[in-house]
């Protein structure tokens, strides 16, 4: 399961708005459109009724003059015919203009009417298609959601799992550290009563033979200065390397009594030779 399912279910809902947002500027496009073409058709009406009021006018003005010079030709151009013929004219005229007058505003009102239809088609048109695009939505953002929930479920199994698993492996390591620190510790107080034992049994050795554990330091220099008297005395210049190696002869020496070493150890410690 993606890991991002999650933002993927946000980036649905995103990119559904984006198309949406496209699909109303469509909308006022055509709005916009349809209106652009319904003033250019009123203005097309405008100019085709003064076309043809210009030429009623042209027509009309023909026709006043061709009754005037009969009339003229008959003598009764300052006749009441004359003036009547003039009134008729001019009524002949008024009402072409009403005629034509009533024709343009029939043809606004007629392309007023097909504005308002093209504006409902468009609507309608528009709101299909957003419905369209919502269910799309709707389902592809449900259908990711379910996604993520899925996934939320799989890594809050493995993360049960893992904890598990750790408390389990950390279980299983403080054991082993307890087994060791026990093991360490029996054999801690083993080694502890080993010299325990020891130190036991070198001091009843050494009671047994009357002497006496707490050896002055005197005693200790004077046995090291005999060892180094007696081995090493030939070459001067190396007494501190000789004292050192003595120090470990009398340590070393299996047939002196433990006190002897031991002491000898702490002496040389002292020192800072060995």
């Known amino acids: 399961m ?3 399912a999650k933002n993927y279910a946000k980036q649905v809902l995103e990119g559904y708005e984006s198309t949406l947002s496209n699909l109303a500027q469509k ?7 349809i209106d652009s073409e319904h003033n250019e058709k009123n203005k097309t ?3 085709e009724a003064w076309k043809k009021k210009k030429a009623v006018s042209a027509a009309n003005k023909i026709e006043l ?3 005037k010079s009969n009339l003229l030709e008959k003598g009764l151009s300052k006749s009441g015919e004359s003036v009547q013929a003039e009134l008729d004219s001019n009524l002949i005229k008024n009402n072409a203009f009403s005629q034509i007058e009533s024709d ?8 007023e009417k097909s504005r308002e239809s093209a504006k409902l088609l468009a609507y309608q048109d528009y709101m299909d298609d957003a ?4 269910i799309k939505r709707n389902e592809e953002y449900i259908k990711q959601l379910n996604a993520d929930r ?11 799992k893992r904890l598990i698993e750790q408390r389990d492996f950390d279980a299983a390591r403080d054991d082993e550290k307890f087994d060791r620190y026990t093991e360490n510790r029996d054999y801690q107080l083993k080694y502890n009563q080993y010299l325990s034992d020891l130190a036991s049994k070198n001091k009843e050795e050494e009671e047994e033979k009357g002497i006496d554990p707490d050896i002055s330091p005197k005693v200790l220099v004077d046995k090291i200065n005999s060892v180094f008297s007696t ?5 001067p210049t190396k007494k501190t390397e000789y004292i050192k190696k003595a120090i470990e002869d009398i340590v070393e020496d299996s047939t002196l009594l433990y006190s002897y070493r031991y002491q000898v150890q702490l002496y040389a410690k002292a020192l800072g030779l060995y």
Do not use: G
């Open 131 to 134: 419905n369209d695009i919502k």
């Open 150 to 160: 899925e996934y939320e479920a799989e890594r809050n199994d493995e993360e049960y």
């Open 45 to 47: 009406i405008e100019k």
């Open 65 to 67: 003059e061709n009754t």
């Open 231 to 235: 081995k090493y005395y030939k070459e």
């Open 27 to 33: 909308y006022i496009n055509t709005r916009m459109r």
């Open 2 to 4: 993606a890991s991002n």
């Open 104 to 111: 343009k505003e029939m043809a606004k009102a007629e392309n």
